[in-house]
């Protein structure tokens, strides 16, 4: 049974949070163990608290089994990577029709300037916010199609995602290429032009390969 995120004003949604971004970001690198007492210690908390985070972040995937039942960080392998891509392009392909038929000039507007956001951060060589804006571009088209339980299996993947890009270069030219494509799909969307914008999109995250 999976075990939802706890709310964030406790001290195991605290504690859920502290250690979700420690992963994410890489200070805690794939395969570091998580025990609960050290993490208990870590935040001054006891351990029930922490047991629950842990569950959460297990159910999330991101924290895995190891030697003698020991929490270990995830290591997104090449062939996770590959489920991750593959489940995005037919996860988000799918939203493409239902976003095309239920956009709105308010929500063509939110994405265009997101991209124009991301194009400020690309220019500025600012990889970090680039890529938290990209993660937001891709919900935020994903929501104009109006399915709640797309947007929350897209929310657990989303940590994957940010996984497997950790250590990947993203030079300037790269995230101006990517801001591009966005603006291009942003296009296709305001045309409602759902058979073009599903292929368009499932190119776009298939490509990991650096854009000129």
Not at 45 to 58: D, G, H, K, Q, Y
């Amino acid at each position: 049974m999976s075990s939802p995120a706890p709310p964030p004003a406790t001290k195991a949604g605290l504690v859920h949070e502290a250690v979700r971004a420690d992963i994410l970001s890489g200070r805690r690198p794939a395969g570091d163990p998580v025990d609960e007492v050290a993490t208990a210690a870590e935040y001054e908390v006891s351990r029930t608290p922490v047991r629950e985070a842990l569950r959460a972040l297990s159910s999330e995937g991101l924290l895995v089994p190891g030697p003698r039942r020991q929490l270990h960080v995830v290591d997104v392998s090449p062939e996770h990577r590959r489920e991750v891509i593959s489940l995005r392009v037919a996860l988000e392909g799918a939203a493409a029709g239902p976003a095309c038929a239920r956009r709105t000039p308010d929500d063509i507007d939110r994405l265009r300037l997101l991209v124009a956001r991301q194009r400020r951060q690309a220019s500025e060589g600012d990889s970090m916010a680039f890529l938290e804006a990209d993660e937001a571009f891709h919900r935020c088209l994903a929501q104009v199609a109006g399915m709640p339980t797309l947007l929350l299996l897209l929310d657990q993947l989303g940590g994957f995602v940010r996984l497997a890009r950790l250590g990947a270069p993203t030079p300037r030219r790269h995230m101006l290429a990517l801001t591009r494509e966005h603006h291009h799909l942003v296009d296709l969307l305001e045309a409602g032009d759902a058979d073009q914008l599903a292929m368009t999109l499932g190119e776009h995250i298939r490509s990991t390969t650096l854009r000129d």
